[in-house]
């Protein structure tokens, strides 16, 4: 099991995963290789890395010139045209000890399922991904939305007029780099559908995740103020 420098939280213990192929543990999330069968075109193998908050990202390798980067399960599932699609817990796998096994079947859906429980007693709104465009090149950059500190940075990228491609908060690009292609964009991370436009599981009008009482936006402002106790 390859360990990266610096991992700060331990998702899954080493007994859990001691097991399942190509494991790599990071300072917030466990990845480990993954794939989904197509009777008509073989296995698509991709990376799945596992979030403590329940978010899953997958990495497609089905190609040397794929470059489909954090799908959700859904999406990849589509993705490699498996026929059957629309039960990922079950055609997407991973290898343990050499037997493809569907994550359904493993831990590794521990923190996801924990997720949707909490959801579905109303805790909170699973926030989907949002875009902010360029103000110089004009293309559109994707905001994760699945913690505090995540909401904040697409908070704050929004009320700044001049946001520029370099002002991205998670790595270093510049507007001569290409934007997620259209098809790509549809996926933002709804648990309900994967293209989802908009729905009332995957769009927040307002939360303790993405409102700030440090902030002097009115959005916030009108949301601190109505949410104080009388």
């Given at each position: 099991m390859e360990r990266e420098c610096g991992s700060k939280k331990t998702l899954f213990n080493e007994d859990e995963l001691q097991k399942i192929s190509g494991v790599i543990v990071g300072d917030d999330y466990?990845?480990?290789?993954?794939?989904?069968?197509?009777?008509?075109?073989?296995?698509?193998?991709?990376?799945?890395?596992?979030?403590?908050?329940?978010?899953l990202q997958i990495t497609c390798q089905c190609t040397p010139a794929c470059h489909e980067d954090k799908l959700s399960p859904a999406a990849f599932e589509k993705h490699s045209e498996r026929e059957t699609s629309r039960n990922w817990r079950n055609n997407v796998w991973v290898f343990i000890e050499g037997d493809k096994v569907p994550l359904s079947k493993t831990v590794l859906l521990r923190y996801y399922n924990q997720t949707l429980k909490n959801n579905s007693n109303g805790?909170?709104?699973?926030?989907?991904?949002?875009?902010?465009?360029?103000?110089?090149?004009?293309?559109?950059?994707?905001?994760r939305l699945r913690s505090r500190g995540e909401c904040r940075k697409h908070h704050d990228a929004l009320a700044e007029p001049n946001w520029k491609c370099c002002d991205y908060p998670y790595h270093k690009i510049?507007?001569?780099?290409?934007?997620?292609?259209?098809?790509?964009?549809?996926?933002?991370?709804?648990?309900?559908?994967?293209?989802?436009?908009?729905?009332?599981?995957?769009?927040?009008?307002?939360?303790?995740?993405c409102r700030f009482a440090d902030c002097n936006c009115q959005t916030c402002l009108d949301f601190i103020t109505n949410t104080k106790p009388i």
């Open positions: 466990v990845e480990v290789m993954c794939g989904c069968t197509s009777h008509r075109y073989g296995d698509a193998i991709a990376r799945l890395r596992v979030f403590s908050d329940g978010d805790s909170k709104v699973t926030h989907r991904d949002e875009f902010v465009g360029c103000s110089r090149c004009g293309k559109e950059r994707r905001f510049t507007c001569d780099e290409e934007e997620e292609r259209v098809s790509r964009k549809v996926y933002k991370g709804c648990t309900r559908s994967p293209s989802c436009k908009g729905c009332t599981s995957c769009v927040c009008f307002g939360c303790n995740l």
